[in-house]
């Protein structure tokens, strides 16, 4: 079975200073890793994605992630943050071979709240 | 543009009263999915597609029905809706086949329904 804790409900962070959202993971196989953002009123949008290789991976509108197998962990992060990133945030796993299907399993989701 | 479309985006209706929420996509992706959202508990899956008459159950199917006729509809129908299925309802799709099982999944802006 796979699973994913986002251990924060919400992240309060000044414009300019760096952000950290957590993801910790539980796979028996080796994980495919994602991060989506969803704004209010639609769906989610695909942010980044760790498959294979270099343990920092770079996505979009400036955010990164770092995985880390010794502690099952895929951090987003931003050296920067901007108010326009205030959105709610999901981590998401797939468990790779022991996957049936494209499932997709989410964490509980982490509110960012970027202030002027 | 490529993308999920889902019909209606809210709805307010009673118990007892059968209602479908429509999802197409224009990828051509053999993978469709139903997703539920609550507050702290992420997105939980319902049911998922892996390609035409080729249906299953996710997490939480209990009260859920689906079909796939064609490859782009995959519509979610609740007979008898009750209140504890009120929620935010996310449809999503992507490719099959290991080959695709590091892309991400499309999802749709989400269906709004209120049970009463």
């Known amino acids: 079975a796979q699973s994913v804790a986002q251990p924060e409900d919400q992240v309060n962070v000044a414009e300019g200073n760096p952000l950290t959202v957590k993801c910790t993971y539980s796979v028996s196989g080796n994980p495919y890793l994602f991060w989506y953002v969803q704004y209010p009123n639609r769906g989610l949008q695909f942010l980044l994605k760790y498959i294979t290789g270099d343990n920092l991976v770079k996505g979009s509108y400036g955010f990164e992630a770092e995985f880390n197998k010794s502690q099952t962990s895929f951090h987003l992060k931003k050296p920067s943050a901007l108010v326009s990133d205030s959105a709610l945030y999901f981590c998401a796993v797939r468990d790779i071979p022991n996957n049936a299907g494209n499932m997709l399993t989410f964490g509980g989701g982490t509110r960012l709240m970027v202030k002027p | 543009e490529a993308q999920v479309t889902q019909n209606p985006r809210y709805l307010i209706t009673v118990t007892g009263k059968k209602l479908t929420v429509t999802c197409s996509q224009n990828m051509n992706h053999e993978y469709m999915s139903w997703y539920r959202q609550d507050p702290g508990l992420g997105l939980r899956q319902i049911y998922y597609?892996?390609?035409?008459?080729?249906?299953d159950k996710g997490d939480v199917p209990e009260g859920y029905k689906v079909s796939r006729k064609e490859k782009r509809n995959f519509p979610l129908i609740l007979e008898s809706p009750s209140p504890n299925q009120t929620s935010l309802y996310f449809c999503?799709?992507?490719?099959?086949?290991?080959?695709?099982?590091?892309?991400?999944?499309?999802f749709g802006d989400g269906t709004r329904l209120s049970i009463l």
């Open positions: 999503a799709s992507s490719l099959v086949g290991r080959q695709n099982s590091n892309q991400p999944q499309h």
């Open positions: 597609s892996m390609n035409v008459e080729v249906t």
